[in-house]
Every structure is written in structure tokens, then in C-alpha cells.
């Protein structure tokens, strides 16, 4: 094993019913990478990032986190060694999914508070810490109902980055924003990934991708077509299905 491999998957499949979402797909993220995931839709982007925190079952292949077998044979770990294997990654969806009934502060602090791996002085103080990182230090008494998409969308970082993670995983963290909410939301991805955070974010955003990837996976009817540094897919894309992929993105 590669000692600095934080995520290794191999021949990963999952399929539903008939239809093939993943098909052997194979890669590595190395620690502090920041890795931009792009391609069609229904290529099997968010699958892909959800079958490595088990929110999809799959059908085939390998998984290893941190060099620890999280998926062999394209069956999960037990139960307990899930848990223990995810908790390391944070992931931020594309509807945010914070709980409505909590405010800023209670978002952020309920898994830690469930958790109990530390005293309530040290979650409050994290929590005040990691609102002011993502610039909502004075929204920490709100509840959700009352923030624009951005600001959501920032607590919802925030609220992943709680429990410490080694990875981080977003699933088209702007898609749901109006343009002009995205900036607000990429800063603080892209400060994460200057402090050399380890994260997969599936995106539309090409200049995103292209500005604050280390390197860029094509994904394209459930395989990785392409794989490199920005500059290899963005300006010598070697498939013509990337070409023609990269000259419809309208962002671009
Ligand atoms: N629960 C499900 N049941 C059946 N089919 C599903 C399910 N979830 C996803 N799919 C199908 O799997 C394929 C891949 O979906 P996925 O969401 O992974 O693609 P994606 O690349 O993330 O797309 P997008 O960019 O539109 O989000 C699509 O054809 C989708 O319709």
C-alpha cells in the first residue's frame, strides 16, 4: 500500500436493476490532494462519492480508506467498522441538508454533542472557531430558514469540518445556488484546499476545477475516461467525448 493514500478503489461496480452506473472503476487520492471530479449527467458522479461513506450499497470491487478495507469484494465491512472508516470522511451535499429545527450553532454541535468524545466548553469553542472561518460568526443563533443558499451552504462546511475530518467530500456543493452565491461557497473550498484539506468535489464549475484541482477526473457513462492535471483536460483533453463535454459547459 501506498502509505500516503488516503482513498484506493479499484474495479469499483454498482448497478441498478439493469443498469450499470459504475462500471471497474479504479482510483487514488493521495493525502492533501484536492481532486475535481467532472463529466456528463447520470456519469455516475455523486454514486461514485457516495458509495465511499456507504450511502449506496455496490456490486463489485474494492474500497480502502486510509488503508483500511472499507468495501472487499464488493461487499461493505461489518457494521461497526463502517462507522469507524467513514467517520473519518465529512461530506457536504448539494441541498445541504441541515436540520431545520436546530440553529447554526445546534447544527454544527449535534453529532459532536451525540458523540461525547469531548467536553461541551471544546465543541462550543470549535463551533464559534468554525463559523468565524467561513464568515457566519454572527448567524450562530439563526435557524436555517433565515440564511441564503451560500450562507447554508457554508454552515453545512462547517458542520462537516466539526468532526475533524481527514476528508472531506462535496457533491456539487453550488449547484443549487444562484450565481451569485457561488463565489461565497467556493472560497471556502478552495482556502480548505490551500491548507491542503484531502478532498473529492464533484463539480460543474470548470473554473473551479480548473483554478483549485490538483488534478481532474473525467467521469463519462459510469467510467473514468480521463485523469490529470487541470491543464492535461482542460486544454489537451485527449477523448473527443471530453472535447465535446468541456465546449458545451456553459461556465466555462
Ligand atoms: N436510486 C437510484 N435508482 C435508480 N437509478 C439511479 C439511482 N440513483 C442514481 N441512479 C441512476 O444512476 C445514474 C448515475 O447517477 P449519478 O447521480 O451518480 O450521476 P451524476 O454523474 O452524479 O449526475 P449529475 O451530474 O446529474 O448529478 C443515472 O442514470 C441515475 O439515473
Avoid: C, W
Avoid at 493521495?30 to 456519469?43: D, K, L, N, R, T
Avoid at 441541515?98 to 447544527?107: D, I, K, M, Q
Avoid at 469540518?161 to 444562484?178: G, H, K, Q, R
Amino acid at each position: 500500500m501506498n502509505m500516503s493514500s488516503m482513498i484506493e478503489v479499484n474495479d469499483l461496480e454498482k448497478s441498478f436493476g439493469n443498469l450499470d452506473v459504475l462500471k471497474k472503476v479504479s482510483f487514488n487520492i493521495a493525502a492533501g490532494e484536492a481532486v475535481a471530479v467532472i463529466g456528463p449527467s447520470g456519469s455516475g458522479k455523486s454514486t461514485m462519492l457516495r458509495s465511499l461513506v456507504h450511502l449506496e450499497e455496490v456490486t463489485g470491487g474494492s474500497i480502502v480508506i486510509q488503508g483500511k478495507p472499507l468495501v472487499e469484494n464488493g461487499k461493505y465491512v461489518s457494521g461497526a467498522s463502517i462507522r469507524e472508516i467513514t467517520s473519518s470522511m465529512g461530506m457536504v451535499f448539494q441541498h445541504f441538508n441541515l436540520f431545520p429545527h436546530l440553529t447554526v450553532r445546534g447544527n454544527l454541535e449535534l453529532a459532536p454533542r451525540m458523540l461525547k468524545r469531548e467536553s461541551v466548553k471544546e465543541i462550543t469553542a470549535r463551533s464559534r472557531d468554525l463559523l468565524s472561518k467561513v464568515g457566519l460568526a454572527e448567524k450562530a443563533d439563526v435557524y436555517p430558514a433565515k440564511l441564503s443558499g451560500g450562507q447554508k451552504q457554508r454552515v453545512a462546511i462547517a458542520r462537516a469540518l466539526m468532526l475533524n475530518p481527514d476528508i472531506l467530500l462535496f457533491d456539487e456543493p453550488t449547484s443549487a445556488l444562484d450565481p451569485e452565491l457561488t463565489g461565497e461557497v467556493l472560497r471556502v473550498i478552495r482556502q480548505l484546499a490551500e491548507e491542503n484539506m484531502t478532498m473529492i468535489v464533484v463539480t460543474h464549475e470548470m473554473n473551479f476545477a480548473r483554478d483549485v484541482a490538483d488534478r481532474v477526473i473525467f467521469m463519462d457513462n459510469g467510467e473514468i475516461t480521463e485523469s490529470g492535471t487541470p491543464s492535461q483536460i482542460f486544454d489537451h483533453p485527449q477523448q473527443e467525448r471530453t472535447r465535446v463535454f468541456l465546449s458545451k459547459e456553459s461556465r466555462l
